[in-house]
């Protein structure tokens, strides 16, 4: 049975630093792209970053652009969202999820991204930022 792991997030102030790190048991991560979405409070689950399986290929959403890095370490099986520069507008559950339709996708990522197309979710990570 496939399981997702989010973890790392937490509660910060404006301008702090967050690093999520997603694993998986079920599945191979090194074999998918993955994306990281967010849901914010009373909001749909909404896409913010993608990277390829071999970490060639990222997209952001444009409200992180220049503050949050993507990157996977295929090695660890594991996945990373480094959040620097954090704003209030931020706050949600953070989720990672492969792309279980097309795992080996490697060109340009377009936002929104429908969750709906991805089948695997975790409990996802809660990140707060306060003001």
């Known amino acids: 049975q496939v399981q997702l792991v989010e973890s790392g997030g937490g509660s910060v102030q404006a301008g702090g630093s967050l690093r999520l790190a997603c694993t998986a048991s079920?599945?191979?991560?090194?074999?998918?792209?993955i994306c990281w979405f967010r849901q914010a409070p009373g909001k749909e689950r909404a896409g913010v970053s993608c990277i390829s399986w071999s970490g060639s290929r990222v997209d952001y959403v444009d409200f992180v652009k220049g503050r949050f890095t993507i990157s996977r370490d295929n090695a660890k099986n594991t996945v990373y969202l480094q959040m620097t520069l954090l704003k209030p507008e931020d706050t949600g559950v953070y989720y990672c999820a492969p792309d279980v339709v097309d795992p080996r996708y490697s060109g340009p990522r377009s936002f929104p991204l429908v969750p709906g197309d991805f089948r695997y979710w975790g409990q996802g990570t809660q990140v707060t930022v306060g003001s």
């Open positions: 079920g599945l191979r991560l090194s074999n998918y792209a």
